[in-house]
């Protein structure tokens, strides 16, 4: 069961446009991260959100984190080709008398045209 | 950059052979996990560890066996490996607190069993 769903999956888009990434779940999760990753490499984090309604510029990159703690997004204004990657969406849970558990979602895969 | 390595960085392996990846840090972190990163599914945990000698199993742990001897290395084992164990295999720390929970991903390992 894929907990966390991201929406698009895949995203072409010309330089100078502006994106939106989604995050959604039914559950509720104690924080939610972003990350980056490139071809190769390992996911790299953006962010990490804690409270619900909570919003965190990174430059040109605007991540919010929902009312209810159920879901995210990610905005990225006027997108440069640096900003290609693969974006992913985790969220942490705490069951009781449990580890915290991560829930990864799939990915949207961004490609960004010069 | 969290001082972590993978080594090796690319194997190719034969069906039932048996495969040990090494993930190394260098910052003392308590937390270890094991990934696996497939199209269409995601980041999938196999295995993490909480400290030198304590490890649980994740959502993924069948064929998966590790090892933690010292708080540097979180070593992850496959001991007959077969070809639905190609993947790419991404070792993790974990820091920030129960509420602001963080990961960072080491290089990643390619692994191909033929």
């Known amino acids: 069961t894929q907990l966390l769903e991201q929406s698009p999956q895949f995203l072409s888009i010309q330089e100078g446009e502006n994106l939106t990434v989604y995050c959604n779940s039914s559950?509720?999760?104690?924080?939610l991260q972003w990350y980056r990753q490139e071809p190769g490499e390992g996911p790299v984090l953006l962010v990490t959100?804690?409270?619900?309604?909570e919003v965190k510029k990174l430059k040109r990159l605007t991540f919010q984190f929902g009312d209810a703690r159920k879901d995210s997004s990610l905005h990225i204004t006027a997108a440069q080709p640096g900003d290609t990657g693969l974006y992913l969406c985790?969220?942490?849970?705490?069951?009781?008398?449990?580890?915290?558990?991560?829930?990864f979602g799939t990915g949207t895969k961004l490609q960004v045209i010069p | 950059d969290a001082g972590i390595t993978q080594s090796p960085r690319h194997k190719v392996t034969e069906t039932g052979t048996p495969v040990t990846l090494r993930c190394h840090q260098t910052?003392?972190?308590?937390?270890m996990y094991w990934y696996r990163q497939d199209p269409g599914h995601g980041l999938r945990l196999i295995h993490y560890s909480y400290g030198v000698k304590d490890t649980d199993k994740g959502e993924v742990s069948d064929g998966y066996s590790v090892s933690r001897s010292k708080t540097e290395d979180f070593l992850l084992t496959l001991e007959s490996a077969t070809s639905s164990q190609t993947s790419v295999y991404f070792c993790?720390?974990?820091?920030?607190?129960?509420?602001?929970?963080?990961?960072?991903f080491g290089p990643g390992t390619r692994l191909t069993v033929t």
């Open positions: 559950s509720v999760f104690s924080s």
């Open positions: 910052e003392n972190h308590r937390y």
């Open positions: 985790a969220g942490s849970q705490t069951p009781s008398g449990g580890y915290q558990k991560v829930t």
């Open positions: 959100v804690v409270t619900g309604g």
């Open positions: 993790a720390i974990r820091t920030g607190t129960t509420s602001s929970y963080e990961q960072y």
